[in-house]
């Protein structure tokens, strides 16, 4: 490594260690007031919650009282989302196996969830995977734009035209500070020749993808009282995290947040519903700026653009 990566390196941590840590977490909920997770009668859908934070998200909206459907690709690790809980907040977890890496998979699941007819009272687009080492689906997309993006856009898209969104729902898109590094931009979205592959540029591409698209329906949902909410949970200690970052992993273990506390800002967005804003992004129960370097200001596509890309992703062959 040269001096001037070494010197990027230390002022990368030294910038963001204090705030994206379990540091910042533990002193910015000082000043907070307590907000009790009641959340009885409703209705959620949790991605990616087998694990890390979508588990935590989806075990505490149980326990307060919610009915959550709960959808990750491992069965065998959803039956164990219900451990330690009591009998009642167990009852209320609905396990539903789905890879959301394939467009097919998704289908299916948009067609299970229509078939019982509940609207929902809260969608959490947690699902999300950094691949290091490329991936191709037999579908013929690179899997981590599908889990990261297209499949948040199609489960959405869908609950929204088969009417499952309840109105005054709360929708909630699991960013990530990585998104901070680019632009929003088409190209690198969905990239199929390994050569090309950087799966941290890669992650960070879709992640701000997601923050367009929560404007995107912001703007299309308003109407039904709908709220949606980007946001990011800030550096967190997870099993993804340790296979895919195993470098950060090693520095940064000790002062990695725990998945409880990555969930609190989706979870407190759900039981306060602040008022809903375009070209912010939440992190720890407040609206913080959607770029902090200024060579990401500058937008390479739109935002309908990028809508336009994901449908015609969508279209039968």
Same mark, same amino acid.
């Given at each position: 490594m040269t001096l001037a990566q070494l010197a990027a390196v230390a002022g990368f941590y030294g910038r963001f260690t204090p705030s994206f840590s379990r540091v910042g977490f533990q002193a910015r909920r000082l000043g907070?007031?307590?907000?009790?997770?009641?959340?009885?009668?409703?209705?959620?859908?949790?991605?990616?919650?087998?694990?890390?934070?979508?588990?935590?998200?989806?075990?505490?909206?149980?326990?307060?009282?919610?009915?959550?459907?709960?959808?990750?690709?491992a069965s065998r690790h959803l039956e164990q989302i219900a451990d330690g809980l009591d009998d009642a907040a167990a009852r209320r977890l609905i396990p539903v196996a789905a890879d959301l890496s394939l467009v097919s998979e998704t289908r299916q699941l948009l067609e299970r969830v229509a078939s019982r007819g509940q609207p929902f009272d809260a969608l959490i687009n947690n699902a999300g995977v950094l691949l290091n080492d490329h991936q191709l689906t037999v579908e013929g997309h690179e899997a981590s734009f599908v889990v990261n993006l297209l499949s948040h856009f199609q489960l959405t898209e869908g609950l929204v035209a088969a009417d499952l969104l309840a109105e005054g729902a709360t929708m909630v898109n699991m960013s990530s500070g990585g998104m901070y590094s680019v632009p929003l931009g088409l190209e690198g979205l969905d990239v199929t020749d390994p050569a090309r592959h950087v799966g941290k540029l890669?992650?960070?591409?879709?992640?701000?993808?997601?923050?367009?698209?929560?404007?995107?329906?912001?703007?299309?949902?308003?109407?039904?009282?709908? +709220?949606?909410? !980007?946001?990011?949970?800030?550096?967190? $200690?997870? *099993?993804?995290?340790?296979?895919?970052?195993?470098?950060f992993w090693r520095l940064?273990?000790?002062?990695?947040?725990?998945?409880?506390?990555? +969930?609190?800002? !989706?979870?407190?967005?759900?039981?306060? $519903?602040? *008022?809903?804003?375009?070209?912010?992004?939440?992190?720890?129960?407040?609206?913080?700026?959607?770029?902090l370097f200024q060579q990401t200001r500058r937008a390479q596509c739109t935002g309908a653009e990028l809508r336009a890309l994901l449908e015609r992703e969508l279209k039968p062959v």
């Open positions: 907070w007031r307590h907000v009790p997770w009641r959340f009885a009668g409703q209705h959620w859908l949790v991605t990616g919650a087998s694990a890390g934070i979508g588990r935590a998200i989806a075990r505490a909206a149980a326990a307060g009282g919610a009915e959550v459907t709960v959808v990750a690709r890669a992650y960070a591409r879709h992640k701000r993808a997601q923050v367009a698209l929560t404007e995107d329906w912001q703007q299309r949902l308003a109407s039904r009282g709908i +709220a949606v909410y !980007a946001m990011h949970p800030g550096w967190v $200690r997870t *099993e993804g995290v340790r296979q895919s970052l195993p470098v940064q273990r000790p002062i990695l947040r725990s998945p409880i506390e990555g +969930a609190d800002t !989706a979870l407190w967005l759900c039981a306060t $519903r602040p *008022e809903s804003r375009p070209d912010v992004i939440w992190f720890d129960r407040r609206p913080r700026t959607v770029h």
